[in-house]
């Protein structure tokens, strides 16, 4: 399997950015597709974006859609989550996650469609 450390998490007000880090060891990292999940205090851990192979294809979920964008960077083992305008409601442990199975932009995954996790780091958006 491969090893997940994120980074880049902290306290930002209402209409900040963060970018959050990923980086993988252990493992062919351009072999995974690769997502971001956070979890709220008493909530499931949710969908947040997931991004193919190579870079090329994306998919957010609605509420993220035109403020965060994920990418990946193959040579440094990296995936990264740019997040823009924030909102009080994106206040959660993210996570970042990989698997080595199929890829569909149209899929909305869920957190047992993967495989590897990250330990998470907290980002807190305050109004």
């Known amino acids: 399997q491969v090893q997940l450390v994120e980074s880049g998490g902290g306290l930002v007000q209402a209409g900040g950015s963060l970018r959050l880090s990923c980086a993988a060891s252990?493992?062919?990292?351009?072999?995974?597709?690769m997502g971001w999940f956070r979890q709220a205090p008493g909530k499931e851990r949710e969908f947040v974006a997931s991004?193919?192979?190579?870079?090329?294809?994306?998919n957010y979920r609605d509420s993220v859609k035109g403020r965060f964008t994920i990418s990946r960077d193959n040579a440094k083992n990296t995936v990264y989550l740019q997040m823009n305008s924030l909102k009080p409601e994106d206040t959660a442990v993210y996570y970042c996650?990989?698997?080595?199975?199929?890829?569909?932009?149209?899929?909305?995954?869920?957190?047992?469609?993967?495989?590897?996790w990250g330990q998470g780091t907290q980002v807190t958006v305050s109004s």
């Open positions: 996650a990989a698997d080595d199975g199929f890829y569909s932009s149209r899929r909305t995954y869920t957190a047992a469609d993967f495989g590897s």
């Open positions: 252990g493992r062919t990292f351009s072999g995974y597709i």
């Open positions: 991004i193919d192979r190579s870079g090329g294809s994306t």
